[in-house]
């Protein structure tokens, strides 16, 4: 079994950032393929930002790229999303999962990872 755990969420204004964290246990973290999530109230669950088993590769939403940076620290367990520029339409609950699969390119739906963190909530007021 893997457990995640996310942090580092909190209420910030437009253009603030933030750093998610997302630490894990059960497993050797190096083998496996992470990435981030986010819904809305109201809205499904939509994809952020992923990254390899390395870490060396990295995929973002449109709505995310170039404001939004997944990095993943294998010797610590932990993945986290660098969040820059922050806008009210970020503003979500924030989840991690993982991947027992292998992969090089962008898993970009839920039904690709198999294990979930509880979330975190981010919000951003204008």
């Known amino acids: 079994q893997v457990q995640l755990l996310e942090s580092g969420g909190g209420l910030v204004q437009s253009g603030d950032s933030l750093r998610l964290s997302c630490a894990a246990s059960?497993?050797?973290?190096?083998?496996?393929?992470m990435g981030w999530f986010r819904q809305a109230p109201g809205k499904e669950r939509e994809f952020v930002a992923s990254?390899?088993?390395?870490?060396?590769?990295?995929f973002y939403s449109d709505r995310v790229k170039g404001r939004f940076a997944v990095s993943k620290d294998n010797a610590k367990n932990t993945v986290y999303l660098q969040m820059n520029s922050l806008e009210p339409e970020d503003t979500a609950v924030y989840y991690c999962?993982?991947?027992?699969?292998?992969?090089?390119?962008?898993?970009?739906?839920?039904?690709?990872?198999?294990?979930w963190g509880q979330g975190t909530q981010v919000t951003v007021s204008s």
């Open positions: 990254t390899t088993e390395s870490g060396s590769r990295t």
């Open positions: 999962a993982l991947s027992v699969s292998w992969r090089s390119y962008a898993a970009t739906t839920t039904a690709e990872y198999d294990y």
């Open positions: 059960g497993r050797p973290f190096s083998n496996y393929y």
